[in-house]
C-alpha cells in the first residue's frame, strides 16, 4: 500500500553543548556570560504526511534564554520533509 497516510506527535528534549551568539547588524559577537540561551529545552512535535512527504511544526512553551539574559521568546518551527 503505497502513501500511507500517518498522524504523529511526541516530545523532544534538546540539550545545547556549546552556543555562541552573533549578530549581523551592527557587528557584535557576545560573550557566553551576557546572553545565555537554556542548555535544556523541551517542546511538542507534530508531524502528518504520507510514507514520501510529511509536515512537520515543532514548539517550545519554555523561554528561549535564561531569565535576564536575552529577549523572551519561545521556539516555533515547521516545514516539510521527505522520506526515502
Not at 10 to 20: A, F, K, Q
Request: without cysteine.
Amino acid at each position: 500500500y503505497k502513501n500511507k497516510f500517518f498522524i504523529a506527535a511526541g516530545i523532544n528534549l534538546d540539550v545545547s553543548i556549546g552556543t555562541r551568539l552573533k549578530q549581523k547588524d551592527p557587528k557584535i559577537v557576545y560573550k557566553k556570560e551576557v546572553v545565555t540561551l537554556n542548555p535544556i529545552q523541551v517542546s511538542g512535535t507534530l508531524r502528518i504526511g504520507t510514507e514520501d512527504l510529511y509536515g512537520f511544526i515543532n514548539y517550545t512553551p519554555m523561554e528561549m534564554f535564561k531569565t535576564g539574559t536575552g529577549p523572551r521568546g519561545q521556539r516555533l518551527s515547521a516545514g516539510l520533509g521527505l522520506n526515502f
